[in-house]
């Protein structure tokens, strides 16, 4: 159990700089994902802090003690690869001894962490086949029972369930989950879906071009997204944004004409936007409501999934709008629907796709 | 499979006392120069090897043949110049080894000129065509696969003094002659039936090997390749010239190039076989080279290094022709 | 080609010698496959079976030609009152009745014979023309016995010496690749591809090429007629490094990490993972080593020049130098020298063709 502070870490690959300075702090016992598109730096960082790579510079400390020099075998850190990496000539019951039989652990305790992993993770009656016996879900526990032998101060998972099928992703996801509730460690878990991130994160760290975008709890990412990358890689299926321009800025409200839509003005003060600024609209798909006078939009495509439905619809401008519609919706390709913003469910965004927010009280 | 298994274990549990004395030693060893350094730990051996037994002797190769003498040792053999070349290339006509001082290097470099083209074209066309009868829709596979392949593991010389046994005058292949109402015939005694014989019993020893690897090759390339092109109605010729030549061509290029350097280095079933001979009919360069620096004495070391480092530039050229037509022809 | 015609009779029969793998009939393109690769059984097969069946003839046998396929020798029978034993032939009397009579020796065209049944008769000559040899199959098993016993504890000494020098070769030339390998293909580190150069580069230097050097250098570390002179110049092999380095590539590199950060040594990653992980690899290059130095013949040839480090190979040739060839245990010796390879050929005969064809490609 630690915390963890990467301080102006940096990282190059020859004359590539893969993550240009990151500063980021984990507290104890957190469980973090780090999420982003691939080759966003993720994995790299991950690696970072496990000690397979050396970072070029910056600091990482582990309970407030550098480790940048300390070999990744000895930081006190377990990693589960996204490979597994399990050893496939040791049976499974090899697999989760062999770190602590080379740092010379009595026998008797070897064998006492390795029933304790095993019952754990329930993969008692696993302990003596090998690997190549073993389905994708049963391999994925061995994996992350070799890394609980090592009784490690964090625990890091490098996309663990990209290699499993959809359902036992999903079950897995819980589990992991549930395994953190258990043991409390701190652990720090990499991924490219922003779902396993929403549903398994006390602490999401959103990354693009190895940089820092936003770090919060999975719901503030959600509700208040700092700028439109993450606007639009959280939450699922994806926001909308319209291109808009300010016509008028003042008491009543900001209006926006934009897309070839009606005019929509939004009932809020002090947004640091002039008139004739440009700025850009996000709503997600589930806060577009019905609303006689709303936006016109053609449907294109009605997808029913039975509990509820999406509706792709388009500008009069051909910009895609995607509609969430609760229950099956009697629309149909070809239809105009009219919908505008829930109250309060839209998100602002300045040029440079930053959030604006209501500046002073 | 539960025997050899057996073995497995056996041999892992002796292989494995000596190794857990060591494993302290080499986590010691770790330790002690960084992990950083490791890598040039394990290469070492090896490297040194090398060093030692294949550069260094290139180098030593040069030396020995700017310089004369019947001694071993470098610091006891004086600087000739280009002595031992000019001995080696001085010929009135070149077209007549008769006139040329060291003639038998001439007529070696002659039979090589001929041997190595002949006997690499028949090497990969049998070879070739063993594979495709083998790659076709037969039984017993692994039976014919293995026919051809089993001469690989005999030695030269048992190779050698088989095809004596049944070539030589009073052998099998006269006696089947002789039945048949032939003449005997003195198969190694003259000169072009022995040249003959070089190449064929130095392909039977050798075309298994080949043959497998094309084999590989042509069970490389998916069935529905050619069963397109049976939509396209290609006939038998046309599939192989199109389809299948184009597609084993990177196998075939690494056959070729094998099989030249194996045939340029062809040496110990000869030199049991003909022994060179009849007079120089079958003496290559290799055997040249080894007859001036060993069997004859007194022992020329210097015109044998000279002679190896001439075969040397010609294989060089070789491999610098054959590296530019392939980047050639993968280019266009 | 017997097989031929009868398949092409019964169905049934021609189905199970030559059928196709799929359905349909069978096709000329199949006849000549079939009767190719029958004619390659022939032409490799035969050979050496001629070899092996001629090492078990006796030298009389043996000076015989037109030869016989199966090893006959003339039937020996013990004669009251003559040394040894006297070869018997049948004969064709004057009234042309056939007897059985043993042949004390041959004077031109004429043989003096004894009635073996009544050798009181006293010596009948006869005319070499009526006499045929009465013969027998016989396998000349003395020829191995007489090889083995006249050479005495030599052909053990040939024996050993080949199978030590093969056997630590084999091991050494494992060790050193392997670990050469590891490091080619798991480490990054300056001078990293300098140092795969160097050692692939000498693919390109044939050994006889370098003949001369090589044996200097023997001679200069002293082991000229020594078998570790012959050991030690053989075990850097680039085909090796190459082969492993390919197959270790394919290792995933993560596998290394996570003994790593199971706190592995290198040296044990190497010898826990690696090693194991590779040993489809191993056992390619354990038979290219065994089999190339089991077979092994100039560098033995220039390096151990005393008949007590004679390698079999070695021995063998000079058995051909030596002025009065005895065929008779050549052959055998020859039919010895191959065996070990040939069995093992059969019973690795599957892992030999498959690994070389898996690995000679890449």
């Known amino acids: 159990m630690a915390n963890l502070v990467l301080e102006n870490i940096t990282k190059s690959f020859g004359l590539v700089e893969v993550i240009p300075s990151i500063n980021l702090e984990i507290t104890d016992g957190e469980f973090v994902v780090f999420v982003g598109p691939s080759g966003c730096g993720k994995s790299t960082l991950l690696r970072l802090i496990a000690g397979l790579e050396d970072a070029s510079s910056g600091d990482i400390r582990i309970d407030g003690e550098s480790v940048i020099n300390v070999p990744a075998a000895d930081r006190g850190v377990a990693m589960v690869f996204q490979s597994y990496a399990l050893y496939p000539h040791m049976t499974v019951r090899e697999n989760l001894s062999f770190g602590l039989e080379n740092i010379r652990m009595p026998k008797g305790e070897i064998e006492q962490r390795v029933s304790k992993a095993a019952a754990l993770l329930q993969i008692e009656q696993l302990l003596e086949r090998r690997p190549k016996q073993l389905s994708g879900g049963q391999r994925q526990r061995v994996a992350i029972g070799r890394a609980i032998t090592r009784d490690p101060k964090i625990f890091l998972f490098d996309e663990p369930l990209s290699n499993l099928d959809a359902e036992l992703r999903v079950l897995m996801r819980v589990e992991i989950t549930s395994l953190h509730q258990r043991l409390g460690n701190t652990m720090i878990y990499v991924t490219h879906d922003q779902i396993e991130a929403m549903t398994m994160a006390d602490k999401i760290v959103v990354l693009r071009g190895g940089r820092i975008e936003q770090v919060g709890a999975p719901l503030e990412l959600y509700n208040k997204p700092l700028n439109t990358f993450v606007a639009g890689f959280i939450g699922s299926p994806r926001m909308n944004f319209v291109q808009t321009k300010v016509v008028e800025n003042s008491e009543a409200g900001i209006t926006l004409s934009g897309e070839g839509l009606p005019n929509l003005t939004l009932p809020v003060q002090g947004l640091p936007l002039p008139a004739g600024a440009a700025a850009t609209l996000g709503i997600r798909p589930e806060h577009l409501v019905p609303s006689a006078d709303g936006w016109p939009l053609k449907v294109t495509l009605a997808e029913q999934h039975g509990a509820s439905s999406y509706l792709h619809c388009m500008t009069p401008n051909g910009t895609p709008i995607l509609v969430h519609e609760p229950g099956q919706s009697r629309l149909r390709s070809g239809d105009i629907l009219h919908v505008s913003p829930a109250a309060g469910e839209w998100h602002l965004f300045d040029e440079e796709g930053l959030r604006v927010e209501p500046s002073g009280p | 499979m539960s025997a050899s298994l057996r073995i497995a274990r056996a041999t892992g549990a002796v292989a494995s006392l000596p190794a857990r004395a060591i494993e302290p030693l080499m986590a010691g060893l770790q330790k002690a120069i960084g992990i950083k350094k490791m890598p040039w730990f394990f290469l070492l051996p090896n490297l040194l090897a090398v060093i030692l037994f294949s550069l260094l002797p290139v180098f030593v190769n040069i030396f020995y043949s700017f310089t004369g003498s019947d001694r071993l040792y470098p610091s006891q053999r004086p600087f000739i110049g280009t002595y031992n070349y000019e001995t080696l290339l001085d010929c009135g006509n070149y077209l007549d080894p008769s006139t040329c001082s060291r003639d038998l290097f001439w007529r070696a470099l002659g039979n090589s000129l001929v041997f190595v083209p002949t006997q690499v074209a028949a090497m990969i066309g049998i070879a070739l065509l063993t594979a495709i009868c083998l790659n076709g829709n037969i039984r017993g596979r692994g039976f014919f696969r293995g026919v051809f392949f089993f001469p690989v593991m005999l030695s030269p010389v048992v190779v050698a003094l088989t095809w004596q046994w049944i070539l030589q005058r009073t052998g099998v292949l006269n006696g089947i002659l002789t039945n048949l109402g032939f003449e005997p015939v003195n198969w190694l005694v003259y000169a072009n039936s022995a040249f003959f014989w070089s190449v064929f019993v130095t392909v039977w020893a050798h075309m298994g090997f080949y043959t497998i690897i094309l084999l590989a090759g042509l069970q490389a390339i998916p069935r529905d390749v050619y069963e397109a092109a049976k939509m396209d109605s290609a006939s038998h010729w046309r599939a192989f010239t199109r389809i299948t030549l184009p597609l084993l061509k990177p196998v075939l290029l690494v056959v070729f190039i094998l099989a030249v350097i194996r045939s340029v280095q062809t040496f110990d079933e000869l030199y049991v076989l003909t022994g060179g001979g009849p007079g120089s009919a079958t003496l290559l360069m290799v055997q040249y080279i080894y007859e001036i620096g060993f069997a004859v004495q007194p022992r020329n070391f210097g015109l044998a290094a000279a002679a190896s480092l001439l075969l040397g530039i010609v294989l060089l050229i070789f491999t610098l022709v054959q590296l530019r037509i392939s980047r050639g022809s993968s280019n266009g | ?362």
Do not use: C
């Not at chain 3, 034993?85 to 031109?108: H, K, M, N, W, Y």
């Not at chain 3, 197959?247 to 790593?260: F, G, Q, S, V």
């Open chain 3, 1 to 362: 080609m017997a097989d031929l015609s009868l398949a092409s009779s019964t169905g049934g029969v021609r189905n199970m010698l030559l059928g196709r793998r799929g359905r349909g009939r069978l096709h000329i393109s199949d006849v000549l496959t079939y009767g190719y690769l029958l004619l390659g059984v022939l032409v490799m097969f035969a050979p050496v079976i001629w070899v092996v069946l001629s090492s078990f003839k006796t030298s009389a046998a043996l000076q015989e030609f037109p030869p016989t396929l199966l090893p006959y020798s003339t039937e020996q029978v013990v004669v009251e009152g003559y040394e040894g034993t006297l070869p018997l032939f049948d004969v064709i009397t004057e009234s042309g009745d056939v007897v059985q009579l043993a042949q004390i020796r041959r004077v031109g065209l004429n043989a003096q014979m004894v009635d073996p049944t009544d050798p009181e008769a006293g010596r009948i000559v006869v005319p070499v023309a009526n006499a045929t040899p009465v013969r027998e199959i016989h396998f000349a098993v003395e020829n191995y016995v007489q090889l083995l016993a006249s050479s005495g504890s030599e052909i053990w000494r040939f024996v050993f010496n080949s199978l030590f020098i093969t056997v630590a070769a084999t091991i050494i030339t494992l060790i050193m690749n392997s670990m050469a390998a590891f490091a080619l293909s798991k480490y990054r580190f300056r001078g990293d591809s300098l140092a795969l150069v160097a050692i692939l580069s000498t693919l390109m230097i044939p050994a006889t090429v370098v003949l001369v050097p090589t044996y200097l250098i023997v001679a200069q570390l002293g082991l000229v007629n020594n078998l570790w002179g012959v050991i030690l110049p053989t075990v850097a092999t680039p085909t090796g490094v190459f082969l492993l380095r390919q197959y270790m590539l394919t290792i995933p590199d993560e596998l290394i990490e996570a003994a790593r950060m199971d706190h592995a040594s290198e040296w044990r990653i190497f010898w826990r993972i690696i090693l194991p992980l590779s040993s489809p690899a191993l056992a390619v290059v354990a038979i290219f080593s065994i089999l190339s130095r089991w077979n092994d013949f100039l560098l033995p040839l220039v390096v151990l020049n005393r008949r007590e480090v004679f390698t079999l190979q070695l021995a063998l040739a000079s058995y051909q130098d030596e002025n009065v060839v005895r065929y008779e245990q050549l052959l055998a010796m020859t039919t010895l020298t191959a065996l070990p390879l040939a069995f093992a050929f059969i019973f690795l005969q599957r892992y030999i063709t498959s690994g070389i064809a898996s690995t000679g490609i890449k």
